[in-house]
């Protein structure tokens, strides 16, 4: 009998049944002296004992302020050190941090703050341009709930970092101490392509088992020193980057408030780097600086690339140009915390491109036919779905799209088509809202994108469908090229392509970019490209 795209984790390490607080205070106990946080623009550094102080400081603060357990702040920051404290701080309190994405505008943050009731929040003044303070302004009177606003650096943020008294630091203990790891404790608002954001609600149990194990599969110790080039205000930094460092013992180093190649070789080189973070654009950008074999990047070991498949050559590159002989490649969502599967140090480079790795431990996974829900066999293309400890506890105060994200069994159903093979691994071969429906042929961007890779003059590719008379949908690649490559149009893209895919795989459009429109973290905005696309063809 065939065998079904069904797998299950391995059961060890055990899981964490602790708070975020309990967890650092066991680490700063073990590995007091270790560096936790480096912020190399700030030039701020903290250990293990400074930060936990510090968080501890905040909370007191907090609660001096008539926040408690339960309550939602905000934080609207790029990455600095100031980040990872009112994360640690808020869990210590119990207080639900309410992640806010740096690049929001108005209508965006209004709605964040009113749908999660932030009773607080905490803000660096203004990032590239954006006045953070003028915008809190802008909304507030549309947010009754929010009773305090705190600027970084302002005299308000000193006093809620002010030394805590004897009593305070006691009261704190008890609150921290009646907490359970089961409690809600971050919301982070997912941007669907239609309707508002959905605020994903995350417990302790869930983030930090999930930053821990992860941390674990990269084999982290006390001696490791991550560079973390991700937004903080996404799983990938604050829960891969902080809580996988926290729960081991290693340092954080924050090289730029936003992403900067050049500043992100130079902390790997002058922190001396084990592990380096990023989605493929990024080490893309880090590879192709002008000045790239001046950076020592000997000490690195491993790192973390997720967010989109990762092309063979830049896989390539890292490994031998970058020394990340043992990079992992993460898949997953916010609503699982985020990693459901992860190659491991071991694993085959074909593994590495072709793959995003085998299931995490104490977790489930399987394939189903999106229509009837049935397990596929293995090798067979359906849905990604997911079960265990970090499935979300839920959409924020949204019952119907909860039940719509995950069925009556506890199963995550996450719109990712994907395939298991025969080991188990999984390759995720696009959304199935990215699915494009040819005069009645499935054609799966993915596949076409990457038998575009392999063309010399095209750095990257993104294929979406596009409206068609004939076949209800057509294709359309956007490219970007190489410097001093010869433009390129359809008709050289299908003198490239013919005998090598088949025919209704050729793109029939061709637009050449400079760059593609991006989400804050990385991704690419498949949907702002169609709308475009729309226009620039006239359908």
Same mark, same amino acid.
């Given at each position: 009998m065939?065998?079904?795209s069904y797998?299950?984790?391995?059961p060890?390490p055990e ?9 650092l ?5 073990r ?5 936790a946080?480096?912020?190399?623009t ?13 968080a501890r ?9 008539g926040l408690?357990v339960?309550?939602?702040v905000g934080?609207?920051?790029p990455?600095?050190?100031?980040w990872p404290?009112?994360q640690?701080?808020t869990a210590?309190?119990g207080?639900?941090l ?7 505008r108005l +209508?965006?943050?209004e709605?964040?703050l009113?749908?999660?009731?932030v ?6 003044p203004?990032?590239k341009g954006s006045?953070?303070?003028g #915008?809190i302004?802008q909304?507030r009177p +549309?947010? *009754?709930?929010?009773?305090h606003?705190?600027?970084?650096d302002?005299?308000l943020?000193?006093?809620w /970092?002010?030394e805590?008294? !004897?009593?305070?630091?006691?009261e704190?203990?008890q609150i921290? !101490?009646s907490?359970s790891a089961t409690?809600?404790?971050n919301i982070q608002y ?5 309707? /508002?954001p959905?605020?994903a609600?995350l417990s302790?149990?869930n983030i930090? +088992?999930n930053g ?7 084999n982290y110790t $006390?001696?490791?020193r991550?560079?973390?080039p991700?937004?903080?205000y996404?799983?990938f930094?604050?829960v891969?980057?902080n809580?996988? !460092?926290?729960t ?9 408030p936003g992403?900067d190649?050049?500043a ?15 989605v493929?654009?990024?080490?893309i950008a880090e =590879?192709?600086?002008g000045?790239?074999d001046?950076?020592?990047l000997s000490?690195?070991?491993?790192g973390? #690339?997720?967010?989109?498949p990762c *092309?063979?050559e830049?896989m390539?590159?890292v %490994?031998d140009?970058?020394h ?9 969502m916010?609503?699982?915390?985020p990693?459901?599967?992860q190659?491991?140090? $071991?694993?085959?480079f ?10 995490g431990?104490?977790?489930?996974i399987?394939?189903v036919?999106?229509?009837t ?8 293309t359906?849905e990604?779905?997911?079960? @265990? ?9 949204n019952p119907?799209k909860?039940?719509?994200? %995950?069925d009556s069994?506890?199963?995550m159903?996450t719109g990712?088509?994907?395939v #298991? $093979?025969?080991?188990?691994y999984?390759q ?5 809202k990215? #699915? ?5 042929? /499935?054609?799966?961007p993915r596949?076409?994108?990457e038998? =575009?890779? @392999?063309?010399?003059?095209i750095?990257?590719a993104q294929v979406i469908?596009?409206?068609d ?10 490219v970007r090229l190489?410097p001093g ?5 359809a $008709?050289s893209l299908r003198?490239? !392509?013919?005998?090598q895919i088949a025919?209704?795989?050729i ?14 973290t990385g991704?690419?905005r498949?949907?702002q ?7 620039i =063809?006239g =359908?």
């Amino acid at each position: 009998m065939p065998e079904l795209s069904y797998a299950q984790g391995e059961p060890v390490p055990e899981l964490l049944e602790v708070t975020i607080g309990r967890s650092l205070a066991a680490t700063a106990e073990r590995f007091g002296d270790n560096d936790a946080f480096v912020d190399v623009t700030a030039g701020v550094r903290y250990t293990y004992t400074e930060f936990l102080a510090q968080a501890r400081a905040l909370a007191c603060g907090m609660r001096r302020a008539g926040l408690g357990v339960g309550d939602r702040v905000g934080i609207w920051s790029p990455n600095r050190i100031e980040w990872p404290l009112v994360q640690y701080a808020t869990a210590e309190l119990g207080v639900i941090l309410v992640n806010i994405n740096p690049a929001y505008r108005l +209508n965006e943050l209004e709605y964040a703050l009113t749908q999660s009731s932030v009773a607080a929040i905490v803000a660096a003044p203004e990032f590239k341009g954006s006045d953070y303070a003028g #915008m809190i302004e802008q909304v507030r009177p +549309n947010c *009754p709930q929010l009773r305090h606003v705190v600027l970084l650096d302002s005299p308000l943020w000193a006093e809620w /970092n002010a030394e805590p008294t !004897a009593d305070e630091l006691a009261e704190l203990a008890q609150i921290s !101490a009646s907490l359970s790891a089961t409690d809600p404790i971050n919301i982070q608002y997912t941007s669907g392509t239609t309707g /508002n954001p959905k605020g994903a609600t995350l417990s302790h149990r869930n983030i930090l +088992n999930n930053g821990y194990l992860v941390g674990e599969l990269c084999n982290y110790t $006390d001696q490791d020193r991550i560079c973390t080039p991700v937004p903080f205000y996404h799983c990938f930094g604050m829960v891969m980057g902080n809580l996988a !460092a926290t729960t081991h013992g290693a340092a954080i180093v924050i090289p730029s408030p936003g992403f900067d190649p050049a500043a992100s070789l130079k902390a790997v080189a002058d922190e001396r780097c084990t592990s380096l973070y990023g989605v493929p654009t990024m080490f893309i950008a880090e =590879l192709a600086l002008g000045d790239f074999d001046s950076y020592d990047l000997s000490s690195l070991r491993t790192g973390i #690339m997720a967010g989109s498949p990762c *092309p063979a050559e830049v896989m390539r590159k890292v %490994i031998d140009r970058m020394h990340m002989s043992e990079v992992s490649i993460c898949y997953g969502m916010t609503e699982t915390s985020p990693v459901s599967t992860q190659t491991r140090v $071991d694993d085959t480079f074909e593994r590495r491109v072709g793959t995003v790795g085998r299931v995490g431990p104490h977790l489930e996974i399987k394939i189903v036919d999106p229509v009837t829900g049935e397990t596929v066999e293995r090798g067979g293309t359906g849905e990604f779905c997911t079960r @265990g400890y970090s499935v979300m506890n839920g959409y924020w105060e949204n019952p119907e799209k909860t039940a719509e994200a %995950i069925d009556s069994d506890g199963w995550m159903h996450t719109g990712d088509l994907a395939v #298991m $093979d025969d080991a188990g691994y999984v390759q995720i071969t696009g959304r199935i809202k990215d #699915m494009v429906i040819r005069g009645g042929e /499935n054609i799966y961007p993915r596949e076409i994108e990457e038998f =575009l890779y @392999g063309h010399p003059d095209i750095v990257d590719a993104q294929v979406i469908g596009v409206p068609d008379e004939k076949y209800g949908e057509e294709l359309m690649v956007w490219v970007r090229l190489r410097p001093g490559a010869p433009t390129m149009d359809a $008709d050289s893209l299908r003198e490239y !392509a013919s005998g090598q895919i088949a025919r209704h795989k050729i793109p029939r459009y061709v637009h050449v970019v400079e760059d593609f429109p991006m989400t804050v973290t990385g991704k690419v905005r498949k949907v702002q490209m169609r709308q475009e696309s729309i226009e620039i =063809l006239g =359908l």
